[in-house]
């Protein structure tokens, strides 16, 4: 299948520059496409899983992809959909973040230089900072208005509140737009992806290629990630959900894709996994047909975290999550099975000495687990049924943790509502 129509069959598809010209280039050559991924932290997220997967695709489909990991840009930081001026990072922090992204982009794509569509890794630091400022603003600068830089949407919506945008973040367009132009040059690339935000950035390196290399070049978007409430993708009461296992454990990343909303499960199946369209189709029926079972959930969390942490990583976190969501008698398991099904719960050690003293007190204890910020609303939660151990609700704020608590393996689990599990690990 041409990408264009696989993106199209997936709902991927938002704006392309001439889809006809490159509908043939993906007919009759081999492309070679980018995306850039902003190193703003150590590890990239949930949100930067779908542009990974896009990369992925067209390195599938016989292309050839490169992964632009921005240490020129990095220094600045892409002012898209930010509502205020990011706080710029430092040397050290940088080369840290990207050391990160780097490891991780390694896991998802083929770099093996035996393959002709072998990917590429690249820092755009190579050239952006070696660029002689006027040069730059002679030989690039010229080719860009003012006045339609200012109509731009990201730019637009910041110049209509107080803070403004500073000439730094300002020049960010310029700054993407030669990343394309280096690309081209050093690596025939002739396609740059991203999300719909991007657009104005991704056409803007389309022209620039065009005026400075007599080069036909194109840009591909996908919509902006949204879940069914709105919410951006990826994002957490606890925070964001980390493509690192050091940062979002397993069961914690197969956890957040199990608890995606109806809503969104068939679309989400066409997102971020592989499956042909027909299952995708038997797999939202069945689910359509008894939500309960969440088939669709499932088969989501499992294709997704096999694909970023591997079948032993998804055998442990499904095992976690039939201890701790599907009724099973805690007791009649060993240590053993326990021991693999909390590895990747989050867990707290506590005292083996402490149990029966009043520090371990049940309020106590839910505090230190991190279920309750103070004690005062720990004994609200327990007093209105809210809290479990071992899987039986308490209703008494005076409970004291025992051994007799202790499952094998010298577990106690403490659960919040439904959903928030706390392991106590006794030593």
Known sequence: MNLIDDFKARGLFHQVTDEAALRRAFETSLVTGY????????????GSLLQILNL????????????LVGGGTGLIGDPSG????????????????????????????????????AAVMVDNGEWLTKLNLLEFLRDVGKHFSVNEMVRRDTVANRLEREQGISYTEFSYMLLQSYDFVALNERFGCTLQMGGSDQWGNIVSGVDLARRLRNAECFGLTVPLLTTATGEKMGKTADGAVWLDPALTSPYAYYQYWLNTHDDDVARFLRFFTFMA?????????????????????????????RFTHGDDALDRAVRATRVFFDGLDWRALDA????????????????????????????????????YPSKGQARTGVQQGGVSVNNTVES?????????????????????????YHVLRVR
């Open 82 to 117: 930010k509502q205020a001026e990011r706080t710029l990072l430092t040397a050290d922090v940088l080369a840290r973040n990207l050391a990160g992204v780097r490891s991780q982009l390694e896991r998802y794509l083929d770099f093996d230089p035996a393959q002709r569509n």
């Open 396 to 420: 008494n704020p005076q409970r004291v943790l025992s051994r007799d608590d202790l499952l094998p393996g010298g577990y106690v689990v403490l659960r919040k509502g439904r959903k928030h």
């Open 35 to 46: 995306i850039g991924f902003d190193p703003t932290a150590a590890s990239l997220h949930v």
């Open 336 to 371: 053993k099975d326990l021991d693999a099904a909390f590895s990747d719960a989050p867990a707290t050690d506590f005292e083996a000495d402490a149990l029966g003293s009043p520090t371990s007190g049940l309020l106590d204890v839910l505090v230190r687990a991190g279920l």
């Open 56 to 67: 992925v695709r067209l390195q599938r489909a016989g292309h050839r992809p490169i992964a």
């Open 277 to 305: 369209g027909d299952e995708v189709d038997a797999v939202t029926a069945a689910h359509a047909a008894d939500p309960s079972k969440r088939a669709g959930q499932r088969r989501l969390a499992e294709e997704v975290t």
